[in-house]
């Protein structure tokens, strides 16, 4: 079946460091691929998603490049904030419709 | 726009207790997805509704979770002789066809 493989945590880092998530999804076929933030108490939203190989998602900061050779959608940001402490989730879903998630990467930014 | 709404947000019952979880999606999207996601994990999916059918329950892990969705916009996630390894976050998504999935809040239920 369809997995997601996605960069254990958690993640520490400091003010206006870079960050990067990996993520590779492994399916029969190409499926779309989203990266879901869920912030402290609050539920899952959407951050970014690509729907077809080079594809470029971006939000807030965030970017992430559909690479078909690997399928991987790692997840990058140049300068995080305190404010993007979350629970990172990437995501595939192909034309079966259901989502399969990673396990999730903690990340906290320190002042 | 209004999101999708989940009720109760949170629900404790005793083992053995049946359960009804309520999911508003998103006003005129067409598919309605139920995911399980359990302490530190990814939500897991459930089942999936297009409209009032139900076309995909693979996910449900026994026979005592039952899902509906009779008229093709609320949906109820019943869970019957709840057991403790039925705790975990319950997650509602909606979406316009095979589109994004727009999630709720969740129900977290704990089963003592």
């Known amino acids: 079946g369809d997995s997601v493989t996605q960069m254990e945590g958690p993640v520490t880092l400091s003010e206006e460091a870079f960050l990067t998530i990996n993520c590779t999804y492994t399916?029969?076929?190409?499926?779309?691929l989203f990266w879901y933030v869920q912030y402290p108490g609050e539920g899952l939203q959407l951050l970014l998603k690509a729907t077809k190989a080079d594809d470029k998602g971006s939000n807030k900061g965030f970017e992430a490049t559909y690479r078909k050779e690997t399928t991987s959608f790692h997840l990058e940001k140049g300068s995080v904030q305190v404010s993007d402490s979350a629970v990172y989730f990437c995501a595939g879903g192909g034309s079966n419709y259901k989502l399969t998630f990673g396990k999730g990467t903690l990340l906290t930014v320190n002042p | 726009g209004a999101g999708v709404s989940q009720s109760p947000r949170y629900k404790v019952a005793k083992r053995g207790q049946d359960v009804a979880l309520r999911c508003d999606p998103i006003s005129g999207h067409v598919s309605l997805f139920w995911y399980q996601q359990a302490l530190g994990q990814g939500p897991e999916f459930l089942t999936y509704f297009q409209n009032e059918a139900q076309l995909d329950k693979s996910g449900l892990p026994s026979d005592r979770f039952f899902a509906e969705r009779p008229e093709g916009s609320v949906s109820t996630l019943k869970i019957q002789r709840t057991q403790q390894e039925d705790s975990a976050v319950y997650l509602c998504?909606?979406?316009?066809?095979?589109?994004?999935?727009?999630f709720g809040p969740g129900t977290r239920l704990t089963v003592l």
């Open positions: 998504a909606s979406s316009q066809g095979q589109t994004t999935q727009y």
């Open positions: 399916a029969t076929g190409y499926p779309s």
